[in-house]
Nanobody
Framework: QVHLVESGGGLVQPGGSLRLSCAASGRIFSIDVMAWYRQAPGKQRELVATVSSGGTTNYGDSVKGRFTISRDNAKNTVYLQMNSLKPEDTAVYYC??????????????WGQGTQVTVSS
């Protein structure tokens, strides 16, 4: 079993910044792709950003140029630096990752979510 613990959410004014963290712990052989998703009230969950084990990143169109995803493989942790935040970035942010628990078993896990509210 693997647990993902997120932190760093909160209330910020438009134009401000926040940094989210997500640490994985438990039965981990290796971690493949790590990602952040978000879900606003009344909307579907959407992909924010992904980062591969080799550091290749990918971003949703709405956050390109403002958000930066990174990871620390030694700590099994993924980060999301969010700059120039807008009210439309308000959502619950979820960490998601594919964890290789053994050479023959990979499972997908979700974090519990952390609320980000952008408001004046």
């Amino acid at each position: 079993q693997v647990h993902l613990v997120e932190s760093g959410g909160g209330l910020v004014q438009p134009g401000g910044s926040l940094r989210l963290s997500c640490a994985a712990s438990g039965r981990i052989f290796s971690i493949d792709v790590m990602a952040w998703y978000r879900q606003a009230p009344g909307k579907q969950r959407e992909l924010v950003a992904t980062v591969s084990s080799g550091g290749t990143t990918n971003y949703g169109d709405s956050v390109k140029g403002r958000f930066t995803i990174s990871r620390d493989n030694a700590k099994n942790t993924v980060y999301l630096q969010m700059n120039s935040l807008k009210p439309e970035d308000t959502a619950v942010y979820y960490c998601n990752t594919d964890v290789r628990e053994s050479p023959f078993l990979t499972r997908n896990y979700w974090g519990q979510g952390t609320q980000v509210t952008v408001s004046s």
